[in-house]
């Protein structure tokens, strides 16, 4: 057997097989289409590259225009970047599956919705809440190139100014565990709103900010939004989509947090040399004014949540100590040394609390979380794969501006051209890694992807101040290929082993995880 992920001869296929004629017809019709798109954007992203690679690495001439404007240089990459995804968009879709057959076809979509449970509304609801944990996610590190403008527009320090952030992955990870409840006391159309609210409010709040305090309440309502969506994007893909497809929707899925996290530095840096730190959350509010509309007109709600969810108070409040702590204490562990106060009694608290709270989900009869998930043996191999994933390469993303500002002596444009074709990867690897799943299983792409990742890993131990930022940006690149292509496939792979009902535990609990161990890795490696 091909292991999970490989197609079922299940009775939804069967049902399907009258439509696939049809689908054959159409993708006679449509396929030359998605062959001029793969042209078109090749030929943007060798442009891409010749604006971010050719021109600082080997003196490729520029237009005049661009002479000394690097601001100018980064819209443009942004706007080319655009426009790949956007004529990218169908192929992304509907494309991925016909390549791998090698007679590309227009049946993904058709074939995404051959279960009961899907329709034209879920897949609105799908892309709603990837767009909207995309822009979350992009938040999140968006800021870290305009913290200078935002300290000097407030006039704080720069440890102060720092608050922006890490208040920000403080309130995600005491969020994510409460989306459990709010999943059985909501609707997914309104949980989509409540996030959209949250967002577009903190959004408003952060453009009219009159004083820093105000500035931080609005990155709190923002990663309020963003740790509801994080479980949502991974639950409808696992239970809104056939068993047979969920690689491709977990894998389309993976964007959000493999691209969208990659490319904010870039936007913020853009945004801050030319228009100023405040026009990114004018941008925010227009794409989530639209998100809104979109919600209201194309998903229906499906009455699939409980009326009277009971909401265990001591289990938020110790889940809320518990994460808050470990994250407040790796946070800290990253500026401090382990000997401070500041780091080692907010951790120490932070895993007391953590025991308790695991030890009160055994016991009590409405959980926050449901700890039947570890349960599940797919579910405990993809956890401490998936952690130690992100403890791994979250800690890379900060460490390698750093050396190449630091020993290398190179700019910070250096450093975020570095990134610029790991963030390219990550943009079509992350859902061609969720085809592949549903065509040969997990086991192969997590094993090949895992080649890449170390491969490109076990490279950073040869290089030095004297290291070419080419080298420095392909080794990168290797790594990227290897992260893209096992986010997705873990996470499908953990959840596949669980039923309807405990999804959205087991969602919530790698969010959270994730979010910890990424900060202790990246506090590790500093």
């Known amino acids: 057997?091909?292991?999970?992920?490989?197609?079922?001869?299940?009775?939804?296929?069967?049902?399907?097989?009258?439509?696939?004629?049809?689908?054959?017809?159409?993708?006679?019709?449509?396929?030359?289409?998605?062959?001029?798109?793969?042209?078109?954007?090749?030929?943007?992203?060798?442009?891409?590259?010749?604006?971010?690679?050719?021109?600082?690495?080997?003196?490729?001439?520029?237009?005049?225009?661009?002479?000394?404007?690097?601001?100018?240089?980064?819209?443009?990459?942004?706007?080319?970047?655009?426009?790949?995804?956007?004529?990218?968009?169908?192929?992304?879709?509907?494309?991925?599956?016909?390549?791998?057959?090698?007679?590309?076809?227009?049946?993904?979509?058709?074939?995404?919705?051959?279960?009961?449970?899907?329709?034209?509304?879920?897949?609105?609801?799908?892309?709603?809440?990837?767009?909207?944990?995309?822009?979350?996610?992009?938040?999140?590190?968006?800021?870290?190139?305009?913290?200078t403008e935002v300290c000097d527009d407030f006039t704080i320090d720069a440890a102060q100014g720092q608050w922006v952030t890490t208040i920000y992955m403080l309130t995600m990870g005491v969020t994510v565990p409460v989306v459990t409840y709010l999943a059985r006391r909501f609707s997914l159309k309104r949980l989509v709103y409540l996030a959209l609210g949250f967002y577009l409010a903190g959004s408003v709040a952060g453009l009219f900010a009159p004083v820093f305090a105000v500035l931080i309440?609005?990155?709190?309502?923002?990663?309020?939004?963003?740790?509801?969506?994080?479980?949502?994007?991974?639950?409808?893909?696992?239970?809104?989509?056939?068993?047979?497809?969920?690689?491709?929707?977990?894998?389309?899925?993976?964007?959000?947090?493999?691209?969208?996290?990659?490319?904010?530095?870039?936007?913020?840096?853009a945004?801050?040399?030319?228009?100023?730190?405040?026009?990114?959350?004018?941008?925010?509010?227009?794409?989530?004014?639209?998100?809104?509309?979109?919600?209201?007109?194309?998903?229906?709600?499906?009455?699939?949540?409980?009326?009277?969810?009971?909401?265990?108070?001591?289990?938020?409040?110790q889940s809320t100590l518990g994460f808050g702590g470990l994250l407040l204490g790796a946070s800290n562990a990253a500026t401090m040394p382990l000997s401070a106060p500041s780091v080692w009694l907010p951790a120490l608290l932070g895993a007391v609390f953590i025991a308790v709270f695991v030890r009160r989900q055994r016991v009590i009869a409405h959980p926050l979380i449901c700890l039947d998930i570890f349960a599940s043996r797919h579910y405990r191999p993809g956890f401490v794969a998936q952690n130690c994933l992100f403890a791994s390469f979250m800690g890379i993303t900060l460490v390698l501006p750093l050396f190449i500002q630091g020993p290398c002596h190179m700019t910070a444009l250096d450093a975020g051209i570095a990134f610029i074709p790991a963030t390219v990867v990550a943009l079509f690897v992350n859902p061609l890694a969720g085809v592949l799943v549903d065509k040969v299983g997990a086991r192969a792409v997590c094993i090949t992807s895992s080649v890449f990742l170390t491969v490109g890993a076990a490279s950073f131990m040869f290089v030095g101040p004297g290291t070419p930022l080419w080298v420095l940006t392909l080794l990168q690149g290797v790594r990227a290929v290897g992260v893209s292509g096992l986010v997705g496939?873990?996470?499908?792979?953990?959840?596949?082993?669980?039923?309807?009902?405990?999804?959205?535990?087991?969602?919530?609990?790698?969010?959270?995880?994730?979010?910890?161990?990424?900060?202790?890795?990246?506090?590790l490696i500093m």
């Open 217 to 269: 309440a609005a990155r709190v309502l923002q990663a309020i939004a963003t740790g509801i969506t994080l479980p949502l994007v991974q639950s409808v893909a696992m239970t809104r989509f056939p068993r047979e497809r969920t690689g491709t929707a977990m894998g389309i899925g993976g964007i959000a947090m493999g691209f969208a996290p990659n490319i904010g530095p870039l936007i913020g840096g």
């Open 1 to 147: 057997e091909a292991g999970y992920g490989a197609s079922p001869k299940s009775d939804a296929a069967h049902k399907a097989s009258d439509t696939n004629a049809d689908l054959d017809a159409l993708a006679d019709h449509e396929t030359p289409k998605l062959k001029k798109r793969l042209i078109a954007s090749l030929l943007f992203l060798a442009v891409l590259m010749y604006f971010s690679m050719g021109h600082m690495m080997w003196g490729w001439p520029l237009p005049h225009w661009f002479d000394g404007n690097h601001v100018a240089m980064g819209l443009v990459q942004l706007l080319l970047a655009g426009i790949v995804m956007v004529i990218n968009q169908k192929f992304f879709i509907n494309g991925f599956k016909g390549l791998l057959h090698g007679a590309p076809n227009m049946d993904t979509l058709v074939a995404l919705g051959s279960g009961a449970s899907f329709g034209y509304s879920t897949y609105a609801l799908f892309a709603i809440v990837v767009i909207t944990c995309a822009l979350g996610s992009l938040t999140q590190t968006v800021m870290n190139s305009m913290l």
């Open 489 to 523: 496939p873990l996470n499908s792979y953990g959840l596949s082993g669980l039923s309807g009902g405990l999804v959205m535990s087991g969602s919530a609990f790698f969010a959270t995880a994730r979010q910890v161990c990424a900060s202790l890795g990246t506090a």
């Open 271 to 317: 945004l801050a040399g030319s228009w100023g730190w405040r026009s990114f959350y004018i941008i925010l509010a227009g794409l989530l004014a639209v998100l809104w509309v979109a919600n209201a007109v194309l998903v229906k709600s499906h009455g699939d949540h409980d009326t009277r969810p009971v909401f265990d108070y001591p289990s938020f409040v």
